[in-house]
Every structure is written in C-alpha cells, then in structure tokens.
C-alpha cells in the first residue's frame, strides 16, 4: 500500500528499455489513480497547483509499462516507455542526457522500424518486409541452416557472420509480427525467475 500521508511522494521514471532514469516528479493519489487508469504518467505539478500529465503539451507522453513501490512505500519507480524527448528543454532526460541502450540490439531494432516505416525503397530491410512475411520467415530459416552448417566447421569468422545474419533477419521477423526484443527478453526473464 502507498503511503500518501505526506501527500505528495517522489516518483523516478525510468525507461523500460534503456533503464536509463529519465525524470523525478511527485504525485498524490489522485495523480497516480490517473496514470494508472491512463497508462501514462500523471504528476501532481507543485508550480501549477494541478495534476500533470507529462506530454500533455509536447505529445512527448511517458507510456507506464510496470510500476515499483519501495521498501518503505513512499516512494515511486515507473519504467516506461517515452514517446519522444522527456525534458522540457527537448533533452532526453532532465539531466541532459541521451538516452541510448548501450545494448545494440534495441538500437538495431530502431533501425529496422525506422526503415519499415518510412519505406525505404534502397533498404533491404524495407524490400524484405514488402515481400510479407512468408518470405522473411523462408529467410530467417536460410540463414538458420547457415549457421547450422557452420556451426560443424572450426571457422569461427564464418560461424560469428553467420550467426549475425540469423539474429538480424530474427529482429526483421519480429518486427512483422508487431512484436519487440524485450518480448522475448521477458519470457526469459520469467523462465529464469521461474526455475
């Protein structure tokens, strides 16, 4: 149970992706019933006197993917996923800095949205995600019998590349079916914990 008795309690954001700490605002209950009926971050402004829905200005909304109470209650951790820049000086954070996932993966995943949504006529990407998703499933299982074929052989080059191919035409596949890294991220999270 959260601890209001003080009124307002301090929330981090955190981005659910990046783990990067994003921004530090307070919310009373009123606040944090509308971020959860909404699924967007609510603050109760201290400058405004009101309650704040971060984005409501910018379109730059913070999109509540799980919420974590500390060990005393009184205080807030939201990971979410921000639609845009967070701070109001069009920064990522509101300490200036950018928020890139050091993991590649997630920044390859980019790509790949990026080039599928703005069709790219030059991109491989694009042409492969134009042709539907049985072909890209006949090419991720292509390079999935690549890899199985040089996975007998001691060419650690030809392995590595091969095993490149696989996860990128992976990131493609799961793409088409409007689907994230962090999906399957999760799963494993959740077997992991599980056993």
Known sequence: MIDFKNGLIPTIVQDSKTDKVLMLGYMNQDAYKKSIDEKKVTFYSRSKKRLWTKGETSKNYLFIQEILIDCDQD??????????PVCHQGSDTCWKETNNNKNFL???????????????????IYQLSKKGIN????????????????SKDNNKSLFLNESADLLFHYLILLKKKELEIQDVINILKNRHSES
Request: proline share 2%; net charge positive; charged share 35%.
């Open 106 to 124: 997630f920044h390859l995943e980019n790509i790949i949205s990026d080039r599928i949504k703005k069709k790219q006529k030059d991109s491989y």
């Open 135 to 150: 072909r890209i499933s006949q090419k991720l299982g292509e390079e999935a019998v690549e890899l199985v074929i040089e």
């Open 75 to 84: 205080t807030l951790l939201i990971k979410a996923k921000p639609s845009g």
